[in-house]
Nanobody
Framework: QVQLVESGGGLVQPGGSLRLSCAASGSIFSVNTMGWYRQAPGKQRELVAHITSDGRTNYADSVKGRFTISRDNARNTVYLQMNSLKPEDTAVYYC????????????????WGQGTQVTVSS
């Protein structure tokens, strides 16, 4: 099984920046759309941004102009650069892959990371 390993969360002051990383580990042939979701206490999980295998991106309105998603296909890694952070960005951030193909031809769908906490507070 391929796993998604996230890193980069933490505590930051309002206006600060953080960079999240998520690497898909295992014997992988290809990865399709990669993305980040977040879930704040008492709220539903929501899409933050996603990026297709050919680099097309989509962002939630609440993060447009502040967050940037990118990926390194050679490393099967997706990044989320978060700037001008606000207290309302506080949440657990989850990495997600809609589908990937493992070496040997096996497909995996709807793969989630374990989540990383981002807290924006003074």
């Amino acid at each position: 099984q391929v796993q998604l390993v996230e890193s980069g969360g933490g505590l930051v002051q309002p206006g600060g920046s953080l960079r999240l990383s998520c690497a898909a580990s295992g014997s992988i042939f290809s990865v399709n759309t990669m993305g980040w979701y977040r879930q704040a206490p008492g709220k539903q999980r929501e899409l933050v941004a996603h990026i297709t295998s050919d680099g097309r991106t989509n962002y939630a309105d609440s993060v447009k102009g502040r967050f940037t998603i990118s990926r390194d296909n050679a490393r099967n890694t997706v990044y989320l650069q978060m700037n001008s952070l606000k207290p309302e960005d506080t949440a657990v951030y989850y990495c997600h892959v809609d589908s990937l193909r493992r070496r040997g031809g096996i497909w995996q769908f709807d793969v989630w990371g374990q989540g990383t906490q981002v807290t924006v507070s003074s």
